[in-house]
């Protein structure tokens, strides 16, 4: 159901928009001229006045406006991030101002047959200052919801921040121009209104209306305007009982907060309504997932996603206690923790990886460059630069030939994934042959600087498989995709064993079962990690290529 609501809202938010760019063109042409304002107008007509163009346009008008009550109906709190308010409040300020202007033109043309051209309406909106500042604020505030609607509707995709600026020049110049034709075509009318007497006697003579149908248009604008304001007048009357009337339930937020809330009311609601921070780039129609949370307590009491929140989570690969905060109506208590910073933009969001932070089994991998200290005190700084750089482009290579990933750089090692596209026993697999591919490499090239180097180059890698949270991480200007976990702390062990075996790698006998590989007579240890109150068996392997 929320689904058609959102592409019937799109849908006609699109067709209005094409009538107002078209119709803010035309009014344009008036620094050309009355005439041409007309021309191009009986145009446009003849297709938005059609039966078709009509259904459509005014169909769209009152479709967008239920749409808009429905939306205000259901929020169960009125608290929103100000761009969320200023689209509000905008729309809601479109109807009472268009009532007049829709009475004034189609309905004079519709109902009593009176042809309304630009002479006639220009006239009519210079004939008080206050009419004529009314349209522009009209014109203004109509033109600012629809670059509010499509900003936020385009801004998570790829190719808007490429095509932003040429947007944003459109936005200011189209209104910009269209007031400009407004007040050269009000400049071009004032010398014929004075030479008949003035603008009243002007327009009483252009339009040739009876006092009763003068009458009978003004009670259609009456009526429309109260329709408007009892309609919105009943929507928050009715939110406000929805949100008094039923149970609460209880949010145990991550910062510590206790947050009671209606039933009915979403966590991103909720927690927004108790002040505090919660990302949502989308502003909470799940069209992104930086909202989510994880739910550590309370989730089997929660009724299963709906579709779009389904549909959203499964594009992130996001595990089942992981939902979208905006989509989430518990009716009982609930423990979240917020999985990304409040101040996550949408340039994070459209970021690749940026929400694909999930729980998965992966291979990590620790590299270590062993005597770094020494190499660097026996050489100008410039040369231990060469060299470090020469040892991190081979190790790259390695990890590109064999599906790792290069996730961190630390000093004189690094940190490889593998598993991130592939099942754990191929990524165990993979991993093993970049472990062999790393010191083939190593070899090579200590043999291309032995002039260089007073000792070979020696690594040792740390390889076990787990577990782990897989995502983007770090500060907003320089994230960076990793992961964290028990088993990432477990392979950093190992590599710090290689030192003690005085073997290459060290790796865990889990990891190698899964890979199908035979340690073939590799030393096995039975080894204390810190966290672990159980031992974890490894193999202390003297060449990582004896495994193939």
Known sequence: MRRLERRLRLATGLIIACFVVGHFINHSLGVVSIDA??????????WWRSPVGTVLLYGSLLTHFALALVSLYRRTTLRMPAWEAAQL???????????????????????????????????????????????????????????????????????????????????????????AGFAAAGNELWPAIERIGGIQKYNLDLAGMKPEERARMLAWREGLELAFWSLLAATLLARWLRTRLGGT??????????????????????VRDAGLPHASVCGGRARCTTCRVRISEGLEALAPPERLEAQALARVEAPPNVRLACQTRPRHNVSVIPLLPPGVDATAARRPGAARERERSVVAMFVDLRGSTRIAESRLPYDVVFIMNQFFAEMYEALRATNGYYAQ?????LLALYGLQSELPEACRQAMRGAAEMQRRVEALSRNLAADLAQPLRIGIGAHAG?????????????????????????????????????????????????????????????????????????AVADPRSLF
């Open 37 to 46: 304002m007309d021309r191009v107008r009986s145009v446009l007509a003849a």
């Open 89 to 179: 409040v905008l729309g809601l300020a479109v109807p009472p101002l268009l009532i007049a202007h829709i009475v004034g033109t189609r309905f004079y043309w519709f109902l009593l047959g009176h042809q309304i051209g630009y002479e006639r309406m220009v006239g009519v909106l210079w004939s008080e200052t206050g009419t004529a500042l009314r349209q522009s604020i009209l014109l203004l505030i109509v033109w600012t919801h629809f670059c509010f609607g499509i900003h936020y509707w385009l801004r998570l995709q790829r190719w808007y921040a490429s095509a932003q600026p040429a947007l944003f020049a459109a936005a200011l110049l189209i209104p910009a121009m269209a007031l």
């Open 249 to 270: 339930y209880q949010v145990q937020h991550a910062s510590g907060r206790i947050i009671t809330a209606p039933i009915g009311r979403s966590i991103l609601e909720a």
């Open 409 to 413: 750089f630390r000093g004189d090692g």
């Open 467 to 539: 577990v782990a949270i897989v995502g983007t991480m770090g500060p907003p200007e320089a994230p960076i995709y990793s992961a964290i976990g028990d088993n990432i702390n477990i392979a950093a062990r190992f590599e710090g064993m290689t030192k003690a075996y005085s073997c290459v790698m060290v790796v865990s006998a889990d990891t190698l079962a899964h890979a199908g590989l035979d340690p073939r007579g590799a030393p096995v240890h039975r080894v204390k990690v810190r966290g672990r109150s159980e031992r974890v068996t490894v193999y």
